[in-house]
């Protein structure tokens, strides 16, 4: 299954998890992704920033990648952003080979114009032949920020590229900008969105096709894209609310996967909180306040209705 324009849903970004010592828990990459899966995701993206790549080795990537890709029918696209294009072409030929959808390259804080930008995602989509591209717009954390005219410069002369995924903030105009260039003749491409998923509503609201994110409730998004698609935009916003303290909470710079690990582990998708060195787990407060946003959440959950 390769990836398309036509992508739409939630495409959870998938925790790597690790055992207590710091090994892979390759035993809890199965249950994650039963539990993905379970919770409405229609496709996965593993080895992003959040899954802590650029904290593995080559040969535990694929390891990874051959993991993922093996338990589940869904589409899998794999990051494979590096310094390098050697590397980069290396780990993309292996996801590939192995069955994954498609990949994902955010570009290196390095280029500092339009043209690098465009320059560089051409290479990129030529270094890596056939493979669906997925251009990663996470300007906070790469700190490259790419315009609206350089995403569509790059997908006019990149025809492998299928999808942006969408972490821009402010980003909202950039989406309506977007889809206001493809009803002018602009090749359409799918739009999924990151950032925890605070922007949800509003984003499926400006044209996005749904959500790459990594909150441990993938089924919030997966129930927001839903009310949206049934014109429900009540509902979305009701269910959103619900969610919305602990999605903030997670939010956090520097504490965002620990809370995520936690929550995960607390719910059964995987055996352990560990994050890989460098990295700390929460410490007790962290605990007692997820705890107590946790049950305000099932409090309201069940007042709409929702387990």
Partial sequence: MRLTEAATGVFTIAATP????????????????DFYVAKGATGLTILGIMGEAGKLSAAESVAVIRRVVARTDLPVIVGVSSPGFAAMQALAGEAMQAGAAGVMVAPPGTLKTDDQIAGYYRTAAAM???APLVVQDFPLVTGVTIAPKVILEIVRDCPTVVMLKHEDWPGLDKIAALRAAEAGGARRISILCGNGGQFLP??????????MTGFAYPEMMARVVAAHGDGDLDRMRDVFDAYLPLVRY??????????????????GAIAHAALRQPGAPLNAAGVAEVEALIARQEARLAALGLD
């Fill in 18 to 33: 690790f055992l207590p010592d710091g090994a892979l828990d390759l035993d809890s990459v199965d249950r994650m992704v």
């Fill in 128 to 130: 890596l032949g056939d």
């Fill in 202 to 211: 509003e984003e499926m609201i400006r044209g996005a096709d749904g959500a």
């Fill in 250 to 267: 997670e939010s956090q710079p520097g504490l965002g996967l620990a809370v995520r690990k936690y929550i995960l582990a607390r719910r």
